[in-house]
Each structure stands twice: as C-alpha cells, then as structure tokens.
C-alpha cells in the first residue's frame, strides 16, 4: 500500500514538531505548511529537514491554503496553526480570529473545494471551558471561555464540528488541555519556569517574574498527546475527544517541584508580578480523558512529576556553561 501523505499547519511550532516525528516513524510522507518570515528559522524541526517537505502557504489567505491542498493532495490534514498565546489575544483581538478562528474554515474550505475525502483534525483546546462550568471537564461540557483566545478556538471547534455534519466530511475536533515539553515556547509558564530555574542555577537571574500562582492546570506531554491526533483519524467516523490527564496542579506545584530539581526553594525566588496577572483568568482546569481511553485505546505516558524533570534537565543542558579546558 503506497504511504500515506499528511499536511501538517503549525509545522514550526510544539506539536508540529512531535506529530511530524510520529507520522514519519509510522512511514507517512509529511509536507509542512510554513509562512514566509524574512529570516528562516525552524529551530523544533531543524533535525527532521530532508525528512520532511516544506512548503509556503498562510492560514490568511484562502488561495494559498486551496492551492496547496490540490498540489498535495493529502490523505489527513492536521490543523495546528495558530496564535496560540492567550495574553497576545487581547493585544490582538482580532488577528487572533483571523487566524485561530477563520483559518479553521479556510483549512475546511480548501478540503470541502478538492476533496471531501481527506480527513481533517482541529486543534481545539481546553481554553474553550474556560470559567468551568463543572469538574471534570468532558465532551458534553458546556464552553464558557475567557480570552479572545478562547473565543476563537470555540468558532473552529464548532465550524468543525458543522463541516462534519453539513457535508459529511472527516473533520474530527480534539480538545487538548495543556501539554507541554521542552519545545515548548518560553512565554508558556511551565517553560519560563524550567527555563528560569536553570538560569537561576547558573547565576545568570536572580528572579523568576510570575504572575498567578494558584491557576490550576491539567499537565500532559507533547510527545503523547500527538499520537491522540492521530489515533483521532484513524476511526471509522469522526468525532470530538478530550485529551487529558485527569490530574490537576497549580503553577505554585510546577515551580516547587522545578526547583526542588535543582535543591533550590521557590518561595526565594519567585516573585508575583501584576504585569503577567490576566484580565480573565482561568483558574481551574481537569480534563475527564475516558471517551479516548475508550474508543481511541489513548492514555497518557509521563507523569507530571517527570514532565517536569524532563524540562527542567533539558534547560539545565541548553544553557550550561562551557567548562575551561
Ligand atoms: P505553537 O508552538 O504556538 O505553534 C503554532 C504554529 O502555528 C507555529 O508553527 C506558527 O508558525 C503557526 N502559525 C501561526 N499563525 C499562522 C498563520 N497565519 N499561517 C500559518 N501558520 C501559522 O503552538 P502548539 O503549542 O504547537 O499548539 C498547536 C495547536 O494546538 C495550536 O492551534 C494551539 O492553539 C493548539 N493547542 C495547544 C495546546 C498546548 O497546550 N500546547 C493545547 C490545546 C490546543 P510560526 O513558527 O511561523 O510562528
Ligand atoms: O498559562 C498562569 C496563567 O500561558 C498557564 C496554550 O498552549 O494551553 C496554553 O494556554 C497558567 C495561566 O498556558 C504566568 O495565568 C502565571 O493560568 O502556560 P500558559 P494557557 O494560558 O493555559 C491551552 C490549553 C492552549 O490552548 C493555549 O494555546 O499559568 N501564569 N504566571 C502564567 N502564564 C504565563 N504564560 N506567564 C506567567 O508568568
């Protein structure tokens, strides 16, 4: 059977990278939409260059997106671009719906026009319950999100979803609570964390600048919950999960546990700073995974106490100072 092709939006940023290394050991072949930027810099999937097809398309622009999915004509889409920094949605408001919202019917629509066949993945997201309305949060939970972030990601949930019921197309939804890695971007908490703490260890800071530090997240890992998209459109129909662990811990846990890694305590180096406090926070979130345990076999491999581990090593590794020979 010849190789299935998948097309990857998002190729540059976390998840890209992870899904594009699991697609690549299942045999796909992998083609990566990126935007054109003046400098050409793919840190997360420099190693995977030769392995991999780049090509040049924008989630702005409907033309590009139609284009591409004609030339490749792949088997899966994965929709991961995104702007995905919630304080950067009430800066910009409005890109952010540009591209988090309306990218997600251009990727449709550019399916719906070549072929109703190719099976399409959303990246929706946790942000979309927002002020819970209960606890655990599952698939039938109600959204009530909190950013123009959230907003966003609650229209390309449900144009999904309306894809998939008004044209019987593939489209299938996941809704992904937090997961991170070290590929994470360092304005994410867990990564500024792991990140400071290293710094602070080498002597190059003095002080982790925070904001709240009693927001609760569910906290997965990447490389795990990429096989989840997968597993996604491997179903016979298409469908919405929740991809979680059903473990929640406060950004005070993440830190204590960062630096305890490196036998430092927190409480002398944090610091609560109102600058990174947001206009509508988040406070609470716990996902219920047991739909993908069910029908997608899915469950989730590295503990939070690990996760962290992991993060804080890698960042120990980046920045050690080269010793004199
Ligand atoms: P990320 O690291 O911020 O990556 C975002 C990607 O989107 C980057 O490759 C970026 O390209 C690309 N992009 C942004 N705007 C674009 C545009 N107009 N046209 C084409 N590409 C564009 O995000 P991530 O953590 O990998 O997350 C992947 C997806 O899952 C996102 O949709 C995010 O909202 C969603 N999500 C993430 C989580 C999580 O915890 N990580 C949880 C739930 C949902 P550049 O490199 O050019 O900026
Ligand atoms: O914040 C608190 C902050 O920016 C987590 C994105 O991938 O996951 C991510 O969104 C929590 C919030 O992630 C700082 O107030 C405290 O309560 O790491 P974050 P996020 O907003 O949960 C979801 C699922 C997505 O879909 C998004 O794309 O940590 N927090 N102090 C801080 N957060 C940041 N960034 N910086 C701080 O200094």
Redesign the pocket.
């Known amino acids: 059977m010849a190789a299935k092709t998948a097309l990857i939006?998002?190729?540059?940023?976390?998840?890209?990278s992870y899904l594009a290394e699991f697609l690549l050991d299942r045999g796909y072949r992998v083609v990566g939409?990126?935007?054109r930027?003046s400098t050409e810099v793919h840190e997360r999937i420099e190693h995977l260059m030769g392995a991999i097809e780049i090509v040049s398309?924008?989630?702005?622009d409907q033309s590009s997106m139609t284009g591409l999915v004609a030339e490749i004509r792949p088997d899966e889409i994965y929709n991961?671009?995104?702007?995905?920094?919630v304080p950067t949605s009430w800066h910009q408001p409005v890109l952010t719906g540009e591209?988090?919202a309306l990218?997600v019917t251009r990727v449709l629509e550019s399916v719906r026009s070549v072929d109703k066949k190719i099976r399409f993945y959303q990246?929706?997201?946790?942000e979309m319950f927002g002020k819970v309305v209960e606890t655990p949060q599952n698939e039938k939970t109600p959204f009530y999100p909190r950013s123009p972030y959230g907003v966003a990601?609650v229209y390309g949930h449900w144009i999904t979803v309306n894809y998939r019921e008004s044209y019987g197309m593939y489209a299938a939804s996941g809704i992904?609570?937090?997961?991170?890695s070290s590929r994470?971007?360092k304005e994410f908490v867990t990564r500024k964390i792991s990140d400071g703490v290293a710094r602070i260890k080498y002597g190059l800071l003095d002080k982790l600048r925070l904001g709240n530090l009693d927001a609760r997240r569910d906290w997965g890992y990447?490389g795990d919950y990429v096989r989840a998209m997968w597993l996604m459109l491997q179903q016979p129909q298409a469908d919405d999960y929740v991809i979680a662990t059903g473990r929640t811990h406060s950004v005070r846990d993440f830190c204590r546990l960062a630096f305890e890694n490196v036998g430092l305590d927190y409480r002398q180096y944090v610091v609560e700073d109102a600058r990174f406090v947001r206009p509508a926070e988040v406070d609470l979130l716990t996902g219920d995974p047991s739909k993908a345990r069910r029908i997608l076999g899915w469950e989730p491999e590295t503990r939070f106490e690990d996760l962290v581990e992991m993060m804080v090593r890698a960042d120990l590794d980046r920045l050690r100072p080269p010793t004199r020979a």
Do not use: P, V, W
Not at 57 to 60: A, T
Not at 80 to 85: E, G, H, P, Y
Not at 123 to 126: I, L
């Open positions: 939006t998002g190729i540059t940023g976390q998840d890209g939409m990126t935007r930027t398309g924008d989630l702005l991961l671009a995104a702007q995905s920094f591209f988090t990218g990246a929706s997201s946790s990601k992904l609570f937090n997961h991170e994470r971007g990447a």
